[in-house]
């Protein structure tokens, strides 16, 4: 069994083919064989596991796994504690209540620069 853990850059799609033209993983992981287990959206970046085995690929992916994922996300506006206490209750989106989430303000992390940068707004504060 493999496991590869990939930081996927931002525009990156998640996956190793694209129609359109996009970058993809496979323009960073000249592996064969390899699956990505769960997905960040094409505008995100982080941590991507990679595997070849599928019965681990499959619990990584599938929410009632209860496999726990962290995120760090980037919001306009500092979060009260109302917004924060919907999140621990689950949020409607597409007609979809989410499961709950453990939700709390971090102090800015030190990330190495990206290309193009966070955006940052003098009019906006941001958490």
Same mark, same amino acid.
């Given at each position: ?16 083919? @694209?129609? /359109?033209?996009? !970058?993809? %993983?496979?323009?960073? +992981?000249? *592996?064969? &064989? ?45 979060? @009260?504690? /109302?917004?924060? !206490?919907? %999140?621990?209750?689950? +949020?409607? *989106?597409? &007609? ?32």
């Amino acid at each position: 069994m493999r496991l590869v853990l990939v930081n996927k850059p931002f525009h990156v799609l998640p996956q190793f083919t @694209d129609t /359109a033209g996009r !970058a993809t %993983l496979r323009d960073y +992981v000249p *592996l064969r &064989g390899v699956y990505p287990a769960g997905r960040l959206d094409y505008d995100s970046e982080g941590l991507v596991i990679l595997t070849d085995h599928g019965p681990w690929q499959a619990r990584i992916a599938e929410p009632r796994s209860g496999f726990e994922k962290s995120y760090l996300v980037q919001v306009e506006r500092i979060p @009260d504690a /109302a917004a924060l !206490a919907a %999140l621990a209750a689950g +949020v409607v *989106l597409d &007609g979809q209540r989410t499961r709950p989430a453990r939700a709390r303000l971090v102090e800015a992390p030190d990330l190495p620069p990206r290309d193009p940068p966070i955006r940052y707004r003098k009019s906006m504060p941001d958490a």
